[in-house]
């Protein structure tokens, strides 16, 4: 099989990843950086956006990294493709689970809220007050003050919230 029937024939169930409007979206970015309108993004392309938007010094060796996350030409399922590998993260739900497990040694499936709030304001790349606030709005603790982990590994992973 040629690299671009692997990347069109292993992506072509790219446009399910994406809702209609974010795939839209997506071919709007694809047509601003596809310079020269030949429906493929080349080193050429990539230079003149980022010169567009004033990167005027980016290095040929840069380009040609860019062009080389690709597994061949870089045509829009490509290209959507490449965001779908980006955005699915890389660690499995069942990898976070497991990270998350380490904080509730009884296995209850939640945390509470000012444990993981301290962890994550005090720890490695450390969230600010806002984050926090849109955390705890998008996963509200219960009224004990636990917060369901595995709701989060499943919305991190997939996207949307499981169906109850």
């Not at 099989?1 to 994406?18: K, T």
């Not at 979206?25 to 950086?33: D, H, L, N, P, V």
Request: net charge negative; proline share 3%.
């Amino acid at each position: 099989m040629s690299q671009r029937q692997q990347a069109e024939g292993g992506s072509s169930n790219v446009f399910s990843m994406f809702e209609q409007s974010q795939i839209q979206e997506y071919k709007e970015a694809f047509t601003i950086i596809d310079q020269n309108r030949d429906g493929i993004i080349s080193k050429d392309d990539l230079k003149d956006v980022l010169s567009s938007m004033g990167q005027l010094n980016v290095k040929n060796e840069e380009l040609e990294a860019m062009i080389k996350e690709a597994s061949g030409p870089i045509n829009f399922t490509v290209f959507l493709t490449m965001f779908g590998e980006k955005l699915k993260g890389a660690d499995p739900e069942d990898v976070i689970v497991s990270a998350f497990k380490v904080l509730d040694p009884a296995n209850t499936g939640a945390i509470k809220k000012e444990f993981l709030e301290e962890l994550l304001t005090t720890q490695c790349d450390r969230f600010s007050a806002e984050e926090m606030k849109n955390l705890w709005a998008a996963f509200p603790p219960d009224v004990a003050g636990n917060v369901d982990y595995k709701n989060i590994c499943y919305v991190i992973t997939h996207g949307e919230e499981k169906e109850e």
